[in-house]
Structures are given as C-alpha cells and as structure tokens.
C-alpha cells in the first residue's frame, strides 16, 4: 500500500495536472469565446495575455511573433509595471534564434543577465520601457515544425521564481495557444479577406461607375483612405512623354499637394515610378529621400505602391497617417496592393473615355472650324479667322499667324490677336524667336516661361505673355508658315493636350490658307491674264514705233500700280541703251544714252537679268545720269526675243512705303516678253517698209542687170561659137580657092589645047581630045568639091544665125550624134582661135543606136557648148599649174565625149581629166552668179542655164568630180 505522504503527492500532481489542463482549455475557450464575440486579433492576444499573467501571477508577461521575412519579431503583447506596454518590432536576437532551433523551452532562473549575454553575445538590454528580469521563462509557440512565435514569464525582482510546475504549465498553455491563436489568425484573415473583398468589390463598383476623371480621382484617394483606414493620401498621374508625375488629388496632407510635378526618383512617388516597387516609410519626416517640395507635410507614415496597366505605368498611390504609434504592416501594403490594379484600370479607362469624349469634342469643334474656314476663300479674312478658332479651340488668351516666303526665307506676321502690341508686318528670319526657331526645326514648340526664354527676339520686347505654344503650318513637305497661341495668366501652363489639339488644328488651318492663296493666286493670274490679253490687243493694233514705245511704258506702269517708268532700246552695234520714253521719273530721260553695266538699265541688259531694288537713292550703282530723280525703289527686266536683247524696261515708284516684291517681278517678267515681240514686230514693221521701197529699187536694177548678164552671156557663148565657125568656114573656104585656081589652070590648059588643036595634023587632034576630055572630067569633079564645101559653109552660117536668133522653141527630133559632133568640133575651133589656145586630145565615143532625140536644138546646142568650154577651162588651170611646178608637165589634156542609149534614156558625158571641182563648193556650182573664174572672164550664169535647159527637156544634170577630172551626165528620155 502506498503511504499517506506518496497519496498526498500523486494528488498534488493530479491536482497540478488538471490544473494545467483546465489552463489549457481556458485559452482555448478565451480564443474561441472571442471568435465568437467577432473580437479582433489584437484583443485576443491582450485576453491570453492578461489570462497568462492572472494565473502564473508574474510582473512582466509577453508574447509576441515572428516575421521571418524580415526577420523581425513583433510584439503582440507586453505586460510590465502593471500596465500593458507597446513597443515596435526588432530583429530577432540570438536568445529568439535559439529557441526556434531548439523548438524548446529555455529557462533562466539565476544570473539572467550573464546567461542572456552568453546567449546572444551582446549585452543585456531591455524592451523599451522595461526592466531587464531577474527570471525569464520562454516557451515556443510551435505549430507543427514552425516556431511561430512564443510566451515569455519575466520576474524582474528575483531569481529561481519559476518551478518546474510553471515550466510545465507554461508549456501546455503555449501549446494550446498556439492552436488557438493560429485559429483565430487563419479566422481573422478569412474574414479580413472576405471585408478587403467586399470593399474591394464595392470600391470596384464605385469606381466603376465614374467616368469623369475629375470625380474618379479623387474617389480613388478617397476609397484608398476608407479602405486601409488611414489619414489620408494623394494621387499622381505620369506623364510618360516628359517622365513626370503630376499630383491629380490630394487629402489631409497638412499641404495642398495638387498641381506638384515630381521626376522619376523624386520623393517616394519618384521613387516608386522609377523602380515600379512598393514602398513603406514609417519614419517620413527622417527619410532621406523626401522632397523638398514637401517640407510642409505633417505626415509620420507613407505607403506607395505604383499604378500599373499591363506593363504601362498609369501613376502612384499614396496612403499616409499621422500617428506616431500607427505603422504600416504588410497586410495594409498587400491590401493597397489589391486596390492597386482595379483604381489603375479605372483611371484609365476614365482617361480612355474623356479622351475619346474630349476627341470627339475636338473632332466635331475641327470640323466646324473646318467649315468654316474651307468658307472663306479671301485670304485676309482667313488669316483672321485662323488666329480667332486658335484661341476660341484651345481657349487661350490670343495668338498671332506668320506666312513663310520661301525666296527671302522670311516669316512676316499677317495676323495678331491680344499679345499687348501689334505685331502684323513684323518680319522673322530663320530661327530668330518663336516663330523663327519653329520655321527652322519644323518642330513644335511649349515656352512655359516666355518672359524669362533665352531665345526671344528683341522685336518682342513689349508684350506682356507668359506663356507661348507654336507650331509649324505645314502642306506636305511645304512650310506655309507658323501658328502661335499666347496666354498672358502665369496660373496657365500649355500642356501636352494642348499641343495635341494645335497639332491636329494645324494642318487644317495650313490646307485651307494654301487653298485661298492658290484661289487667290489664280483669281489674280486671270486678272493679270486679262490684263496681259488687253495689253497684247493694244500693243499688237500699234505699228508706229513711237507710239508704241510710250505705249508699253504705260501699259507697264498701269499693270503694276506704279508710279512710272521708262524704256531703252538697245544698238548692237553700239552697244548702247538709248532711253526712248520715259514717264513721271522727275526728270527727263528721254535720249539718254547707257553703257552696258551702266546703272540699272545698263546692269540689266549687261547680265540679261531682272533686277529689284528697293533703296534706289542709296543704291551704289546708281548712274550720275540720274542724280536728279527721286526714285525710291526700282525693278527692271530685259526685253528679249529669244536670245537678242532688244531693249530694257523700268517700273519705278516715288512712295517709300511701297515695295517692290516677287509678285510684281513675276508679272512684269510676263509683260516684258510681250512687250519686246511688239516692240521688235514695230521695229521690223518699219525697216520691212523701208527694206521694201529699197527692195523695189533694187529688183529694178538688178532685172536691169540681169538682162545686161544674160545678153553678156548669150554675147560670150556667140563669141566662142563665132570663133570655132570662123574655123570651121576656114576649111571650106581654103577647098574652094584651092579648087577654084586649079580649076583656073585647067581652063587655061584647055584654052591651049584648043588652039593647039587647030595647027595640027589629024593624029594630033586625036590625041589633044582625049586629053581635054580628062581635063573636063577633073573640071567637073572640082566644082563638084567646091559646091559641096560651099554648101557645108552654108550650113555653118544658118547654124550660128539660128543659134543667135533662137529658134522656135519647140521640140523636134535631132540627130544627137550629128548635133554633139558639130558643136563638139565648133567649141574646139573656138578654144583654138581663143587668146589662149591649148592642145586638146578630142575623144568621141558616139553610140550609133542612138536615132533622133526631141529637144530644142538652139537650146541644146549651149547645154553642149557650156559643158565642153568649162572642161577646156578646167584643163587649161590644170596644164598651167603642171607647167609652173618643178617637175616639169607631163599632162596632156583630153576631152571625151559619149552618147549612151539605154533602155528608157540617152546620156551624154562631157568627161575631163582637169584638176576637178573642189568639195566645199559642190553644193553651189549650179547656183546663179557663182564662179570660180577671176574678174570678167565669168558670169556665173552657165551651168546654171544649162541646168534650167536640162531640166525644161524633162532630163536632169548630174556630175562627178575628184581630182583626175569632172564629168558631167546628162540624161534624156527616148522618144516614144
């Protein structure tokens, strides 16, 4: 049997036992209890704690847990100088490390503060606020094989205060709370997370059902705070083309933070746009990062997080509070960071939409403007309306409109609105202020400070704007010119929407001023046109030179609206301009003589350019011709007909506030062509009436002449056709004599014979008979002679009467053979009986199948003649030329002349071997008047009647020549 003392102990650990277990259950039930009553999880770690301390009746209780991922632990519960103490979280020492090793209980009962050292390596050092304890009984909160945490029994008075029974207990009560406290956290964050998803859902359907971005933003800011139940927060929108937040909403910061521009690192939105991460800063006023720009914020706490769309940063969230004692857990970063996404879709889709409602305004206000403006085709009223749509689109104080001139690469103000001064007529070159510097880059341009910009041109030195927004008016690749919109309120900054709009603006407003100045362009080309036409008729109706010339000074001057003029003809051959009329120059030009590059006239006509200039007094080239006139501006072009100059005209104008410009040069370079053809057709008008009354004079002489040639002519070939019958006759003549005295001495011998006769005897008589009948028998034979050369000499005379006479010029059937021998023959005789005869081999190769030819026989008879006496000619240069050389002549001149017949035609070929006909002067040889002969040895006038006589026979004349000779081939058709 047991004995009393060993009873009294089994019941004393039985009763230590259940006390432990009721311990036990009494957790559970204080964790379950406070389930129940929806308790949160801080009260329930204050009632476990308070039940620790009740039952174990410490001075200092404390449980707290761990966070391993940032390796901290954080107290839950802290009992000590009998007041609930908080403190914020440290890193978890080497004491903490120990037990989440071990998983077991560690007890120090006896030099806590050695043993504490010994365990962590550093000194000992109380949680703020505390004492360090004399005892410490640690017990793990084990969850399986996890150290959640634990429960710490502390006696800050004296050492060995904890018994094993306490150990125990401890042990039981951390087991137990730690299934209930791991409960009541799972149940906390179920139902944490079922309230995060409903607000989130209703946060969700508020935002959702805002789609003015106004409104939405500062919903979002406003559900943010409700939401995580802090003091307050702000939103910022990026600006991803310029890399900066922009604050849209701001609450409770102790500052007004709305309007506030951050760059990326700037701050903790900076911070946060940059690095696209989460941030908590639980010490604000002491972060190193914060901006300046928020000096004045009274906040203690911040939580960002970024506000992202796929991977497009929409802007920052910011939460923030105010209480010291109040910090940002990871549950408030996770929950922001759910809220996070659903306010990025919905500030975007608020910006999808006003965007689309703000185009849609834009679009239906572009195309009313364009409208409008396509309405107005007078470019003056345009310009105007342009500037006018400007400000009433953007709704901006004023703007002014540039037009570019391409030629002087110059910008000039046609139209201003509101900028303080008036700037219309003011002129810009490239890159100089605004307007310039927009020219030059083709870029746009957003001036936020225009007062304090670098690059303003001193021509603005006046006007009060503030800020300044241009872009370029651009037609394809054509700069039309330069758009500006002004404000003058330092409160009002151009944006990028701002921009957008001028842009989409721009080219509407550069089409429909291109339009009016083509429209207004061809408006007044018709106007020239017409002018041009009126002009043309009026200058064409004048054939009188000297009205026509101060006609065309007029006319010039009325086209152009200009004072007045005048005009310079040009001489060649001088190489001088002679003033010819002048109009309203202050002086009198008219006579006035200019050398080529002398003044503007004598510049113009020197270079065959049109010239301008504008300050004509001061001008350096100005004539001392001139020094009287008070010209102030000239233009000047050059009269041309094609490429010679025919004069030079001037418009001029007295006014200093009237400029010449490319317009007016455009339309007198039109004139000037018009006018030089009238001028010239005058001019040529006048000398062919002059050249016509000499023309008559002139075709009298030379008709005159021609006769005079002709008979000369005719008068040479009868010479050498007189001189080759007078050789021909010579024959005859010389038979007929010689016949004649022998016929005498024949007589006479019969005159003795018959008186001989008588004295004879009868034989003699016989014999004398006989003899005198010989002697009449050769009588008769030479009469017969003498007849037949009588008869030939006959034919000569008939033949050179005809061919002086002419015949009847009709055609009749030739022998050719017997006409091309005869005058063959008749041109030699004459080349011989010449003053200059040479020895000539005569070759006649006639083709005895040739019968009759139809031709003109006194006609044909000098085609023969010139043919043959200008191939004599050719060899006579020829045997001169042979005979002056050193070698000597071994030449012998040869003339041969055929008759072909062929099929349809017969040819006669005068061939030579002279020295030939040159090239260069082939072309000309048939020409009337040409010849090669020296001084009057020559008329020019024989091949080229001899071609006409060929020609009239229905032939044609060919030659041939190098230098062995020429031959010349006439063709003749049959006769039928």
Same mark, same amino acid.
């Given at each position: 049997m047991k004995s009393s003392e060993q009873n009294q102990n089994e019941l004393g650990e039985a009763a230590q036992a259940l006390i432990r277990h009721e311990a036990e259950l009494k957790v559970i039930n204080i964790v379950q209890e406070a389930l129940l009553s929806g308790v949160e999880t801080d009260e329930i770690y204050r009632l476990v704690g308070d039940y620790i301390r009740n039952i174990f009746d410490v001075q200092a209780v404390t449980i707290s847990t761990f966070d391993y991922k940032h390796a901290e632990e954080q107290f839950?519960?802290?009992?000590?100088?009998?007041?609930?103490?908080s403190s914020p979280p440290r890193p978890i020492d080497n004491l903490r490390r120990k037990l989440i090793r071990s998983k077991e209980l560690i007890l120090i009962?006896?030099?806590?503060?050695e043993r504490f050292a010994e365990i962590t390596g550093k000194p000992a050092e109380p949680v703020p606020g505390t004492k360090f304890p004399k005892s410490m009984l640690f017990a793990p909160l084990l969850l399986g094989e996890r150290v959640n945490g634990y429960v710490s029994l502390q006696n800050?008075?004296?050492?060995?205060?904890?018994?094993?029974h306490h150990v125990n207990m401890l042990k039981r009560m951390a087991n137990s709370a730690t299934i209930a406290l791991e409960s009541a956290r799972l149940f906390e964050s179920e139902k944490r997370r079922a309230d995060e998803q !409903?607000?989130? $859902?209703?946060?969700?359907?508020?935002?959702?059902? !805002?789609?003015? $971005?106004?409104?939405?933003?500062d919903a979002v800011v406003e559900r943010t705070v409700s939401l995580l139940g802090v003091t307050g927060g702000e939103l910022a929108i990026y600006y991803e083309n310029v890399e900066e937040l922009e604050v849209v909403s701001s609450h409770k910061l102790g500052m007004s933070s709305v309007g506030t521009r951050l760059a990326l690192g700037e701050g903790v939105m900076g911070k946060v746009a940059e690095t696209r991460e989460s941030i908590i800063i639980d010490d604000y006023p002491h972060w190193n990062g914060r901006s300046e720009k928020y000096e004045e914020a009274t906040v203690s706490g911040v939580m960002a997080v970024p506000l992202i769309v796929g991977t497009q940063l929409v802007g920052i969230l910011v939460s923030v509070h105010k209480k010291t004692d109040r910090k940002f857990s990871e549950n408030d970063l996770r929950l922001l960071n759910m809220f996070a996404p659903l306010a990025a879709t919905a500030i975007e889709n608020a910006r999808l939409f006003e965007a689309e409602r703000k185009r849609a305004d834009e679009q239906q206000a572009l195309l009313d403007t364009m409208k409008d403006l396509s309405s107005k085709l007078e470019l003056n009223k345009l310009l105007d309306?342009?500037?006018?749509?400007t400000f009433s689109l953007l709704g901006v104080t004023g703007g002014e409109l540039a037009i570019y001139d391409e030629e002087s690469q110059e910008?000039?103000?046609v139209s201003s609105r509101?900028?303080?001064?008036n700037s219309v007529g003011t002129r810009l070159k490239h890159g100089e202020g605004v307007m310039g510097k927009v020219a030059e880059s083709r870029e746009p341009v957003i001036i936020r400070d225009y007062q304090h910009w670098e690059g303003r041109s001193e021509k603005y030195q006046d006007t009060t704007v503030r800020g300044v927004m241009a872009v370029p008016l651009m037609t394809g690749d054509q700069l039309v010119g330069t758009l500006v919109s002004i404000h003058l309120d330092e409160d009002r900054t151009f944006q990028e929407n701002d921009l957008r709009l001028l842009n989409m603006f721009a080219p509407l407003a550069a089409t429909a001023i291109e339009n009016a100045r083509i429209f207004e362009a061809e408006r007044k080309r018709a106007d020239e046109q017409k002018a041009l036409l009126d002009t043309m008729s009026d200058l064409s109706s004048k054939l009188e030179l000297r009205l026509l010339l101060d006609s065309v000074v007029e006319r010039a001057s009325s086209l152009l609206e200009v004072t007045g003029g005048e005009l310079a003809i040009y001489h060649e051959d001088r190489k001088e301009l002679e003033v010819v009329s002048s109009h309203n120059l202050g002086m009198q030009s008219v006579g006035t003589c200019l050398s080529l590059g002398e003044g503007v006239m004598g510049k113009v006509a020197e270079t065959r350019e049109p010239i301008i200039v504008r300050d004509y007094q001061n001008w350096q080239g100005r004539s001392e011709k001139y020094q009287q006139t008070t010209v102030r501006a000239v233009m000047a072009v050059p009269l041309m007909v094609g490429d010679q100059l025919v004069g030079t005209l001037v418009s001029i104008h007295l006014d200093s506030d009237r400029t010449f410009g490319n317009d007016d040069l455009r339309l007198l370079n039109m004139f000037a062509p018009l006018a030089a053809t009238a001028i010239e057709n005058a001019r040529l008008f006048d000398t062919t009436n002059r050249l016509l009354e000499e023309a008559e004079d002139r075709t009298r002489e030379l008709k005159q002449t021609q006769q005079q040639l002709v008979m000369q002519e005719k008068l040479a070939s009868l010479g050498q056709l007189t001189a080759g019958i007078a050789h021909e006759i010579k024959n005859p003549l010389n038979f007929v004599i010689n016949f004649s005295d022998l016929t005498s001495e024949l007589v006479e011998d019969i005159k003795q014979g018959l008186a001989e006769l008588s004295l004879n005897d009868n034989g003699q008589f016989e014999m004398r008979k006989a003899d005198l009948s010989e002697l009449l028998s050769d009588i008769s034979e030479n009469m017969a002679k003498i007849q037949n050369h009588g008869s030939r000499a006959d034919r000569i005379v008939k033949s050179m009467l005809q061919h002086s006479r002419g015949g009847s010029g009709e055609l009749e059937a030739t022998n050719l053979n017997l006409l091309v021998r005869e005058f063959t023959n008749l041109a030699f005789h004459g080349m011989r009986a010449s003053t200059n005869p040479i020895n000539v081999s005569i070759e006649l190769d006639l083709d005895e199948q040739i019968k009759k030819v139809k031709l003109v026989r006194e006609d044909f008879s000098r085609v023969l003649l010139n043919l043959i006496n200008n191939a004599f000619d050719a060899m006579k240069v020829k045997l001169s030329a042979e005979k002056k050389s050193a070698t000597g002549s071994a030449y012998k001149p040869t003339l041969t002349v055929k008759t072909i017949g062929l099929e349809d035609k017969v040819q006669i070929i005068v061939e030579d071997n002279g020295p030939g006909i040159p090239k260069e002067i082939h072309e000309s040889i048939l020409q009337p008047f040409f010849t090669t002969k020296k001084g009057t040895e020559g008329t020019g006038l024989g091949l080229s009647i001899t071609h006409d006589i060929v020609e009239a026979h229905g032939g044609s004349l060919e030659f041939d020549s190098s230098d062995s000779g020429t031959t010349f081939t006439v063709n003749l058709n049959k006769i039928p």
């Open positions: 839950q519960y802290i009992y000590e100088n009998e007041q609930q103490i009962n006896e030099d806590a503060e800050i008075d004296r050492e060995h205060a904890f018994s094993d !409903k607000a989130l $859902l209703d946060t969700m359907t508020d935002l959702s059902s !805002k789609l003015e $971005l106004r409104n939405l933003l309306s342009v500037v006018e749509r910008l000039e103000v509101n900028l303080g001064f």
